[in-house]
T-cell receptor
Framework: DAGVTQSPTHLIKTRGQQVTLRCSPK?????VSWYQQALGQGPQFIFQ???????QRGNFPDRFSGHQFPNYSSELNVNALLLGDSALYLC????????????FGPGTRLTVL | EDQVTQSPEALRLQEGESSSLNCSYT??????LFWYRQDPGKGPEFLFT???AGEEKEKERLKATLTKKESFLHITAPKPEDSATYLC?????????????FGEGTQLTVNP
């Protein structure tokens, strides 16, 4: 049973560019959450998708947007990249029921130069 | 606003030396408290979920406990392979969504 997968593993971009990160949830999961983790810090919640809609959003600017597809996979898009966007981007999947445990993927390391 | 504070920031133990990690939290209504383990450059690995004060869960050398204000992760006779960052997160009862609010983590090093 495959766990949560993310692509790419690493990515290097320059300031002002746009980036798209991808996530496939664990089998049987229909909810995808995205987190940003700066070096030495805990993960920060970006947003959560359920039934192809953004269900909840953290304190991130509109430059961060996402999408969920009918097969429950998801994309995270970041526009007008800033140096401060350099981080490990984590995707977590869960079921839509209450008290659900979120299982994390390996992450995408984004470096903005 | 939900808040999670973990202490200590870093902990260095000798193999076999038991200790505890602390997670203090404030949340409007606790839906669940989660412990994860994270190795460098990797995604967090789920360890435990605790739902109510007084609850305890164990897995190998780890035991997690929960009170109304804090959680402890007890490590008994640790081994070098237990070295990792341990993250605590809370989930609140909300109208919609199930976001996790994380602490900064405790970096554990176990020396042989």
């Amino acid at each position: 049973d495959a766990g949560v997968t993310q692509s790419p593993t690493h990515l290097i971009k320059t300031r002002g560019q746009q980036v798209t990160l991808r996530c496939s949830p664990k089998s049987g999961h229909d909810t995808v959450s995205w987190y940003q983790q700066a070096l030495g810090q805990g993960p920060q919640f970006i947003f959560q998708y359920y039934e192809e809609e953004e269900r909840q959003r953290g304190n991130f600017p509109d430059r961060f947007s996402g999408h969920q597809f009918p097969n429950y996979s998801s994309e995270l898009n970041v526009n007008a990249l800033l140096l401060g966007d350099s981080a490990l981007y984590l995707c977590a999947s869960s079921t839509g029921t209450s008290r659900d445990t979120q299982y994390f993927g390996p992450g995408t390391r984004l470096t903005v130069l | 606003e939900d808040q999670v504070t973990q202490s200590p920031e870093a902990l260095r133990l000798q193999e076999g030396e038991s200790s505890s990690l602390n997670c203090s939290y404030t949340v409007s209504g606790l839906r669940g408290l989660f412990w994860y383990r994270q190795d460098p450059g990797k995604g967090p690995e789920f360890l435990f979920t605790l739902y109510s004060a007084g609850e305890e869960k164990e897995k190998e050398r780890l035991k997690a406990t929960l009170t109304k204000k804090e959680s402890f992760l007890h490590i008994t006779a640790p081994k070098p392979e237990d070295s990792a960052t341990y993250l605590c997160a809370v989930q609140a009862w909300e109208t919609s969504g199930s976001r996790l609010t994380f602490g900064e983590g405790t970096q554990l090093t176990v020396n042989p």
